[in-house]
Each structure stands twice: as structure tokens, then as C-alpha cells.
């Protein structure tokens, strides 16, 4: 019955996650199950995809009481502490499963992760390169080690990393949309706009390469064009409010203030953090003159 019931929990693990732990629970209830690593794991895998993260930590450590050498053990319990933000805990657990297992990728890119986040950019990069050195074809490793370059202004590594991610995914959104923000800061006006314009067609949900896109037709004076793309955005992303925000500005200048207005009323109704923002906002003061504009917010 043992066998079985691991059979059938696997059968269920991917869709029916907790019909799996029943089936789990019941393999665990042998003495082999308090033994099977195997077993251990899965169930802590469960549930830590469940949300019971205590149950998960559980398993973890007592996989680890039964083979103080499982770097997998290490790993979970890096990736536990790490989403609850516990950054110490999850350095030293992601460090230990490389400790063990030296071509670790996974527990390498988390650790670059929390460094990233922590603001150690050295450290951050040094781990995402280990990363990539013991998986070549790690696109989201090459990705944020991309951004990190380009956050630093080093934008030809920044550019040379993006593009390693289009080896491995060609039409991967955000790379493109990578591509054309280091493209526009190295000057490149219309490859920018073309890898904004793949990105748009690949994945027309996100948001930010309407807003990248459209901003470099307003630089240019282009206001007819960029509030075209931004309403493009707009229509396949109704809840982001800075795309609405960024419309009413460029309306300004194309005098079309009832249309600038009704944005604004859109924008602050999606975030109302925006209003205090927008109170400062030197270049809505065509606006700000405006009677239900007054009435509205003062």
C-alpha cells in the first residue's frame, strides 16, 4: 500500500495538490515514509505551493535530520525564508546547498536575488554569473544580471547581456523591452523604437513599453503619435493608471484639456497616491485653471 499510495499522490500532485498530500500523508504514516527523502520532499513542496510554509519547514528539517548533506533540503528552506524576507536565514541556506552542491544554479540565482534587492551589486553579479556558468541557458539569470549593468550605466554590458537572453528566447517581451531601454540611453532613437514595438506585438499586456515607447515621440515633440501608443496601452491595460497620467500630460500640449482632465480623474481614481503628485505637477497647470478642476481637488 505504500507504493500505491505515493503512485496515486503523484498522479495528483501537479492539478490537485491537496488530494496529493492525502494520499502523501497516508504513504507517511509507514515507517519506510518517515524514512524516504523522496517522499519528505514532496510533501514539503506541497506545502510550501499550499501556503502551510511551518509544515513545509518541518519536512525540510527532517530530510535534513535524515541526510545532513540534501542540498535540495537547504534550497527549500532558502526559498522559505526568502519569501518571508527572513534575508539572513535564506543567505545561509542558499549558501549551504551551494556549499554542497557547487553547480547549484537555482540556489545561486536567489542568493544573487536577495543581494540585488539588498543593495550589494557586487555580490549580485558575482552570483548571477556563477548562475549562468553552471547553466548557460539561464535567460532569467542573463536578465536581471542585464539590469543590474544597466542600472549602473554600464550600458554596453547591459546591451551585450540582453542580448544573450534573445539567444535563448528570441521573442521574450521583456528582453526586447530591455533592449530598447539600454538602445535609448545609448542614443539609438529608432532601434529602441523598433525593440518597443516587438515587444508591444509579443506581449501587448505590458505596460511599460507603451509608456518607454511614447515618451520618445513626446522627447521628439511627437504628441500625436504618443498619445496614440499610449492609448494602444491604455486598451490593453485599463487598470495602469500612469499610462492614463502620462496621456492627460501629453494632451497639454496638444490643447486638449476636457481630455487631460477626464485622465486625471481616471488615474487618481486607480491610485490615489497620484493626487499629491499631481497637485506639483508644473506641467498640468493649464489644467489646474480649469473650474471642475478646482472643485474636484481643492
Known amino acids: 500500500m505504500y507504493f500505491l ?10 492539478k490537485q495538490p491537496v488530494r496529493a498530500m492525502k494520499y502523501y500523508a497516508k504513504a507517511y504514516g509507514f515507517l519506510k515514509g518517515k524514512k524516504d527523502v523522496g517522499l519528505l520532499m514532496n510533501m514539503a513542496l506541497l506545502y510550501d505551493q499550499t501556503g502551510e510554509y511551518v509544515k513545509a519547514e518541518e519536512k525540510y528539517n527532517e530530510i535534513l535530520r535524515i541526510n545532513p548533506e540534501e542540498s535540495a533540503a537547504y534550497y527549500g528552506l ?10 539572513d536565514k535564506a543567505i545561509s541556506c542558499y549558501s549551504r546547498a551551494i556549499e554542497i552542491s557547487p553547480r547549484y544554479s537555482k540556489a545561486y540565482f536567489f542568493l544573487a536575488n536577495i543581494f540585488d534587492e539588498t543593495g550589494d551589486k557586487s555580490k549580485a553579479i558575482y552570483n548571477y554569473k556563477k548562475a549562468i556558468e553552471n547553466d548557460p541557458g539561464y535567460f532569467w539569470a542573463y536578465n536581471n544580471l542585464g539590469a543590474i549593468y544597466e542600472e549602473m550605466n554600464q550600458n554596453d554590458l547591459a546591451l551585450h547581456t ?9 521573442y521574450h517581451y521583456k528582453a526586447l523591452f530591455n533592449i530598447g531601454v539600454v538602445y535609448e540611453k545609448l542614443g539609438h532613437r529608432d532601434k529602441a523604437i523598433e525593440n518597443y514595438k516587438l515587444s508591444i506585438a509579443i506581449n501587448p499586456s505590458y505596460p511599460y513599453s507603451y509608456l518607454n515607447l511614447a515618451v520618445i515621440y513626446r522627447s521628439a515633440g511627437d504628441f500625436t503619435n504618443a498619445v496614440n501608443v499610449i492609448t494602444q496601452g491604455i486598451d490593453n491595460n485599463r487598470d495602469s493608471s500612469f499610462l492614463y497620467y502620462n496621456r492627460a500630460c501629453f494632451y497639454i500640449h496638444m490643447n486638449m484639456l476636457d481630455e487631460s482632465f477626464c485622465d486625471l480623474v481616471k488615474a487618481t481614481e ?3 497616491g497620484l493626487i499629491e503628485y499631481m497637485k506639483e505637477d508644473k506641467e498640468l497647470d493649464p489644467v489646474k485653471e480649469m473650474v471642475k478642476y478646482r472643485e474636484k481637488w481643492h
Do not use: H, T
Open 5 to 14: 499510495y505515493k503512485l496515486i499522490a503523484g498522479l495528483f500532485q501537479k
Open 270 to 272: 486607480l491610485s490615489p
Open 78 to 87: 532558502g526559498v522559505l525564508f526568502d519569501n518571508s524576507r527572513q534575508f
Open 162 to 170: 540582453f542580448k544573450e537572453c534573445i539567444k535563448i528566447d528570441p
